[in-house]
């Protein structure tokens, strides 16, 4: 059973700091890219952040300058260090990427989602 496990969201006043941590197990070969998108209600689902296997890292706009996308390979774990936080950076975070798993082909795989909220 492969599965990504996110952990570190919570309720933030803003202009705090939260870090999400997102850990891959299972019977894995290869990862590729791994991601943070967010949802916010009533909106749809975007990318945050992103890490390449290549280790180059990509960030939207909004987040460009506050939030840092991290990647220890030695344990198949992504982190989103989030700083400077904003009312509109509420949403629930999930964890995504594309890995090759035993017996199986290339495919996606999302995490549960974490809640961050940041109030005003």
């Known amino acids: 059973q492969v599965q990504l496990v996110e952990s570190g969201g919570g309720l933030v006043q803003a202009g705090g700091s939260l870090r999400l941590s997102c850990v891959a197990s299972?019977?894995?070969?290869?990862?590729?890219?791994m991601d943070w998108y967010r949802q916010a209600p009533g909106k749809q689902r975007e990318l945050v952040a992103s890490?390449?296997?290549?280790?180059?890292?990509n960030y939207a706009d909004s987040v460009k300058g506050r939030f840092t996308i991290s990647r220890d390979n030695a344990k198949n774990t992504v982190y989103l260090q989030m700083n400077s936080l904003k009312p509109e950076d509420t949403a629930v975070y999930y964890c995504?990427?594309?890995?090759?798993?035993?017996?199986?082909?290339?495919?996606?795989?999302w995490g549960q989602g974490t809640q961050v909220t940041v109030s005003s």
């Open positions: 890490f390449t296997s290549g280790g180059i890292t």
């Open positions: 995504h990427t594309r890995m090759l798993v035993l017996f199986k082909s290339w495919d996606d795989y």
């Open positions: 299972g019977s894995i070969l290869s990862i590729n890219a």
